[in-house]
């Protein structure tokens, strides 16, 4: 295990220890940005597998036609931000089957391990053959809501973790060593806290989705993470980048287009689809709930 600067660094250090030049690393879309700007500082080519609507799961055929033997990682998050799906044990096990067939390496990215809402959460790396080619990470942020601590971890095969460790060390060298024993200490707490947690958010995630509802908005549920994705197009916004621009001012509410999440040519997509986020105090998703009854003034 090698501790580093947020989820974040652990990402950078991966990416940056393992791939270069001429390599080519596969996300699914829409990524976290992180991973775009690491893969272009890498100085490699970025492929990505689209989710598809409704459950936003990939095409198993096209994750296939993705991964070559030019592809140097499959960089995995699970549960998903931003759309907070969480992936099939299919879809596991194929990646894996895919990273043995073209010997390359899987960046598991799961940071929301404990925010899952009625199933459990199943790393790659305890999956049959997952463990030997898989950088696991995790981060203090997400599941303690530590998020300005910035103390995040890898962990996986010594080799692997080795190689993130040597590029660590001339990134920050150590990371958060004062908070680092409460952490420890945080994670040998008892399995109900962490399902006190996610059923908190479970709860205000309904708030906020049965307000959008009833303002005519459908909304994709997320089985996991703290965000939930609606889509707009009802409203008369065929870009939700518009309605995006809009909310702060009108409603005092923050959304962001699926949109920025992606690929310049596959915005169209997903363009009508907006992100919010649910991991606040009841009584400002309740306030917020209130105020997203108004966004049928705003439909067009």
């Not at 095969?157 to 993130?164: N, Y």
């Not at 060390?169 to 990371?175: H, P």
Request: charged share 20%; with cysteine; aromatic share 10%.
């Amino acid at each position: 295990m090698v501790v580093t600067t947020g989820a974040t660094e652990a990402i950078a250090a991966a990416i940056l220890a393992f791939v270069g030049p001429g390599d080519e690393v596969v996300t699914f879309e829409p990524y976290y940005d992180s991973y775009a700007a690491m893969i272009g500082l890498a100085n490699a080519k970025h492929n990505v597998v689209q989710l598809e609507l409704p459950d936003f799961q990939p095409d198993l055929a096209k994750l296939r036609a993705a991964v070559t033997d030019n592809t140097r990682m499959i960089i995995l998050n699970n549960p998903h931000n931003p759309t907070g799906s969480v992936f099939g044990d299919d879809v596991l096990n194929e990646i894996i089957a895919l990273a043995h067939k073209h010997d390359c390496i899987i960046l598991s990215d799961e940071v929301y391990e404990h925010l899952t809402f009625g199933l459990s959460h199943v790393p790659v790396s305890t999956l049959p053959d997952g463990f030997e080619r898989t950088i696991t990470i995790s981060s203090a942020g997400k599941s303690f809501s530590f998020t300005g601590w910035k103390v995040g971890w890898a962990t996986g095969p010594e080799k692997l973790i080795t190689g993130v460790r040597t590029v660590k060390q001339f990134l920050t060298y150590s990371s958060g060593p004062a908070f680092q024993p409460a952490v420890a200490q945080a994670l040998s707490l008892p399995d109900n806290f962490f399902q006190q947690f996610a059923a908190s958010l479970s709860h205000t995630c309904g708030l906020l989705a049965d307000s959008l509802e009833e303002s005519g908005i459908p909304v994709f549920r997320p089985r996991g993470t703290y965000f939930l994705v609606a889509d707009v197009s009802q409203l008369g916004y065929q870009d939700a980048t518009d309605l995006a621009r809009l909310l702060p001012e009108r409603l005092g509410v923050a959304a962001i287009p699926m949109s920025v999440f992606v690929h310049p040519e596959n915005r169209q997509a997903y363009s009508s689809l907006l992100r919010f986020a649910f991991c606040k105090k009841e009584s400002v998703i309740i306030e917020a709930a209130h105020r997203l009854r108004g966004l049928s003034e705003l439909a067009r």
